[in-house]
């Protein structure tokens, strides 16, 4: 369970709630122009763009839940169950499996419009990342400086709405969420996906009307969390299996300056990574641990 949310003000602001019962030890990641992407079925660009974001790290391969490159494009997956569809191998495409999609769309494209085309030639296949990592079913958000877009493959093959809303969250399929938002009279408090997606465009959209383009980076960044504050998951209120579905995190990028802000369950403390503070031309991963633990400044 997760939501993201994306929105213009001034800079273009992206980010989500990660809602799992557990961590994969996951960490902000770089990976700059020249790391040797390698994908199953398509060739990789000799050199890339840059991009920052949550990844787990297995087996030397990025696995993004999110990031935005440095032309300030940015992506995120959200957990689909029941309603995403991979299909097989298909000569004549562009066979991309779920895992490697985001760095596929990140690393040759600096615009939604330019993703719209990449997406045309796409398969997004069945394929799993290894036998101790299947498949997740997921759809995608996408966001730049010239919009937003929903990325569903579903059975009746791929489909790609334009979202205006700035927000996705799970099930069910994005055209009945928006269909949910324009039937609905009142807003549901519980944590289902389809209460928090209307929370969420709800709160989007009064929030920004305190924003009037003028504010610090710093009341920005605070306003995209408090936004997100309003969908999160406290632990107890969700069992699954004997565990707490909570959120992990949640994360704000400024998309137009490449800095990743983050705060975790038991660390509200905003910590910020900059990706133009590494090198941009090298050929490796860097990668920073989440900073979780509780922090307390004292005043007297």
């Given at each position: ?17 990660l ?53 300030g ?7 689909f ?32 419009g ?18 101790s990592?299947?498949a ?20 009746e ?19 009945i ?124």
């Open positions: 369970m997760c939501t993201a949310i994306s929105y213009r003000s001034g800079d273009l602001y992206f980010g989500r709630n809602d799992l019962e557990y961590s994969y030890d996951e960490r902000v990641t770089i990976t700059p122009r020249n790391f040797p992407l390698k994908f199953r079925h398509v060739p990789a660009p000799a050199k890339g763009y840059a991009m920052i974001g949550m990844a787990f790290v297995q087996d030397g391969c990025p696995l993004y839940y999110e990031a935005t490159n440095e032309k494009l940015s992506m995120a997956g959200l957990n169950p029941g309603n995403a569809d991979y299909k097989p191998y298909a000569e004549g495409f562009d066979n991309v499996a779920p895992f490697e999609f985001i760095p596929w769309v990140l690393s040759q494209c600096e615009t939604v330019q993703a719209k085309v990449l997406l045309s030639r796409i398969n997004l296949i069945k394929e799993d990342f290894s036998g990592l299947p997740t079913p997921l759809h995608w958000m996408i966001s730049g400086s010239d919009g937003s877009i929903v990325v569903e493959s579903v059975k093959g791929l489909k790609i709405y334009d979202n205006k809303v700035g927000v996705l969250t799970n099930n069910p399929p994005f055209d969420q928006l269909w949910n938002l324009e039937s609905s009279k009142f807003l549901p408090g519980d944590l289902s996906s389809e209460s928090r997606f209307l929370r969420a465009e709800f709160t989007l959209r009064n929030a920004l009307g305190a924003m009037d383009g003028k504010d610090s980076e710093a009341c920005r960044v605070s306003q995209f969390f408090h936004i997100l504050g309003n969908v999160a998951m406290v632990k107890g209120c969700r069992p699954v299996n004997g565990k707490y579905m909570h959120t992990i995190y949640s994360c704000c990028c400024n998309a137009s300056r490449g800095i990743f802000y983050y705060t975790t369950y038991d660390n509200s403390r905003i910590t910020a990574v900059d990706m133009h503070r590494e090198n941009l031309d090298g050929d490796s991963l860097t990668s920073y641990g989440l900073v979780s633990g509780p922090q307390f400044l004292e005043q007297n």
